[in-house]
């Protein structure tokens, strides 16, 4: 699960705007555990919404392996979800992208 958050919180960083902030937020509710990371960046379209955890997908396409990674991170904290019973998805609106990880507690 530490796999899971890092990829998040550095995916959150990247895509931010400059100087904004990123908010995590975590809590228990009906046996389950629910995470949230929020940052304010450039809306991501709902195509792309669907594919965002696909292997080697990258929402912006002029970011080079250079500054924006092989395109895996959510690939892999998507998998590592599912593994342990979860779920994970992303939403973006208004210039603010918000996953959300839900895990069973038990």
Do not use: C
Request: net charge positive; no cysteine.
């Amino acid at each position: 699960m530490e796999r899971v958050i890092d990829n998040l919180i550095r995916n959150a960083v990247s895509y931010s705007y400059p100087d904004t902030a990123i908010f995590v937020s975590l809590k228990s509710m009906n046996g389950k555990a629910e995470l949230k990371i929020r940052n304010r960046g450039r809306t991501i379209s709902a195509d792309k919404l669907e594919r965002i955890f696909d292997q080697f997908f990258r929402a912006d396409s002029a970011r080079s392996t250079a500054t924006g990674g092989t395109g895996l991170g959510l690939a892999i904290a998507r998998q590592i979800v599912e593994l342990h019973g979860g779920r994970i998805w992303a939403e973006s609106v208004d210039e603010t992208v918000t996953f959300n990880v839900v895990l069973p507690l038990m």
